[in-house]
């Protein structure tokens, strides 16, 4: 299966948390997207590998996902390894995605950061034909992605572009309250940590208001490019 977009995370909940309204309306827009999740998020304080596994199908089905892949890479230890490189190169050359989105390379959570560098040079070496790679079986063709986006998760950064998601802005909602082990649960007995918060997930939909503000919407998701981005008319902006 070819997908137009593939959003890839440290954690099963981060592609959430940081641009799902943009997959949604993505979708809803006809275009064929997956999200490669590189460990299970076992090392969070709350939930388990079962039960995040669980929540994190339950967001896919909700936000219209065509895959959801796990590289099951230990949580805590995303290292950029030749072995690491090449489980993610196997992923791209098998979606053959036009667009990735990921992680900046400046966040709160080494995870994170150690994510960027991985898919960054996943992203580079899966074009180059001398490196060989096979994926169930079958030797895979070189192939590298147009273009690659940064999401926002807990630092800021100037965006290169804002996408307006107002109409579309439930369904990330929704797809948040399926994790119900990380967020917000009055019915939970495990321990409070700083996501589980009743202010959490307002601070995460304020940013959003935030940003769509900045672009006189109601909501908006902010992207950041390395490179410089063309357009055909100052009108497609508007």
Same mark, same amino acid.
């Given at each position: ?5 593939? /959003?890839?995370? *440290?954690?099963?909940? #981060?592609?959430?948390?940081?641009? /799902? *309204?943009?997959?949604? %309306?993505?979708? +809803? +827009? $006809? ?5 490669? #999740?590189l460990t299970e998020g076992e090392l969070g304080t709350r939930g388990t590998r079962e039960i995040r596994r669980n929540?994190?199908? /339950?967001? /896919? %089905?909700?936000?219209?996902?065509? *895959?959801?892949? @796990?590289? =099951?890479?230990? #949580?805590?230890? &995303?290292?950029?390894? =030749?072995?690491n490189v090449v489980k993610v190169m196997q992923i791209i050359r098998h979606f053959q995605p036009d667009i990735l ?18 898919v960054k040079e996943a992203w580079f070496y899966s074009g180059l034909e001398k490196i060989p790679t096979t994926y169930?079986? $079958? %030797? ?5 992605? =147009? $273009? ?20 579309? !802005?439930?369904? %990330? ?11 917000? @649960?009055?019915?939970? =007995? ?14 995460? !939909? *304020? ?7 900045? &672009? @006189? ?8 490019? &390395? ?12």
């Open positions: 299966m070819k997908l137009d977009v593939l /959003a890839v995370a *440290a954690h099963p909940d #981060d592609i959430e948390l940081s641009c /799902a *309204a943009t997959v949604a %309306k993505l979708v +809803q +827009q $006809k275009y064929k997207v997956g999200v490669l #999740d929540e994190a199908e /339950a967001a /896919a %089905k909700i936000l219209g996902f065509s *895959a959801r892949v @796990n590289l =099951k890479i230990p #949580d805590g230890g &995303i290292e950029v390894t =030749k072995k989105f990921i992680p900046h390379w400046q966040e709160r959570h080494p995870d994170h950061v150690h994510a960027h560098h991985l169930l079986g $079958k %030797k895979q063709s070189p192939f590298r992605p =147009k $273009k690659y986006f940064h999401y926002m998760q807990k630092y800021e950064f100037q965006p290169s572009f804002i996408v307006d998601v107002s109409g579309i !802005y439930e369904r %990330k909602k929704e797809s948040l309250l399926a994790f119900t082990s990380q967020f917000y @649960n009055p019915k939970s =007995k495990e321990r409070e940590t700083l996501l589980s918060s009743k202010l959490f997930l307002e601070s995460i !939909y *304020a940013r959003d208001r935030h940003y769509g503000s900045l &672009i @006189n919407v109601e909501y908006g998701e902010p992207f950041y490019s &390395i490179e410089p981005l063309g357009v055909q008319s100052v009108f497609f902006m508007m």
